[in-house]
């Protein structure tokens, strides 16, 4: 069974840094790219950055350059998003997403349950 | 950076068809995906590559492309499809994946 489990949310202050993680089963993780989308309250999905499965390329919204920083450990099986210098509007349940193997273009497949990340002082 | 426009919600009696529109600038180029989402739970895929469907997703769900708008159909409609419907593509100028705004299907 294929299982995407986030961790690492909580309530952190404007300009404060969360370290979010994800462990995934059930799958060849080092074959596929991996994606962070997140969800504010009551609004949309938003993409947030994505990975190569090899760790080689990585692609980050507009919005979260500079501060964010995806990263993925295919040792430990384990994908990560370093939240810097976070705003209020960063506040949103995080979800750590499976792609394809192929690129970025294919679908996002299968979906964690989230974590949700609170700005707040 | 690349835009998808959704109507915001969609009501549609039960048994009936519902379509859920996607629109952007020569669409019919790009693969698009869509996920449903219903409350408080996380989305899953229902329709690949503009029309293909992942399994265990039900035959009344499909989806086509065309000029500068994407549609999602559900047939028959149960009211245990009552979600927000999001389409999805890629944006190969910016390497970035683009969002619409999700529309709510009601069942009436």
């Known amino acids: 069974e294929v299982r995407l489990v986030e961790s690492g949310g909580g309530l952190v202050q404007p300009g404060g840094s969360l370290r979010l993680s994800c462990a995934a089963s059930?799958?060849?993780?080092?074959?596929?790219?991996m994606s962070w989308v997140r969800q504010a309250p009551g609004k949309g999905l938003e993409w947030v950055a994505n990975?190569?499965?090899?760790?080689?390329?990585?692609y980050h919204v507009d919005s979260v350059k500079g501060r964010f920083t995806v990263s993925r450990d295919n040792a430990k099986n384990s994908l990560s998003l370093q939240l810097n210098r976070l705003r209020p509007d960063d506040a949103a349940v995080y979800y750590c997403?499976?792609?394809?193997?192929?690129?970025?273009?294919?679908?996002?497949?299968?979906w964690g349950q989230g974590t949700m990340v609170t700005v707040s002082s | 950076s690349y835009v998808l426009t959704q109507p915001p919600s969609v009501p549609v009696a039960p048994g009936e068809t519902a379509s859920i529109t996607c629109g952007g600038v020569?669409?019919?180029?790009?693969?698009v995906h869509w996920y449903q989402q219903k409350p408080g739970q996380s989305p899953v895929l229902v329709i690949y590559?503009?029309?293909d469907r992942p399994s265990g997703i039900p035959e009344r769900f499909s989806g086509s492309n065309s000029g500068n708008t994407a549609t999602l159909t559900i047939s028959r409609l149960e009211a245990g499809d009552e979600a927000d419907y999001y389409c999805?593509?890629?944006?190969?100028?910016?390497?970035?994946?683009?969002f619409g705004g999700g529309t709510k299907l009601t069942v009436l």
């Open positions: 999805q593509v890629w944006d190969s100028s910016t390497g970035h994946r683009v």
């Open positions: 997403v499976r792609d394809g193997t192929s690129g970025p273009w294919e679908a996002l497949e299968m």
């Open positions: 590559s503009d029309a």
């Open positions: 990975i190569k499965s090899d760790g080689s390329e990585k």
């Open positions: 059930g799958f060849s993780f080092g074959n596929y790219w």
């Open positions: 020569d669409i019919e180029r790009k693969s």
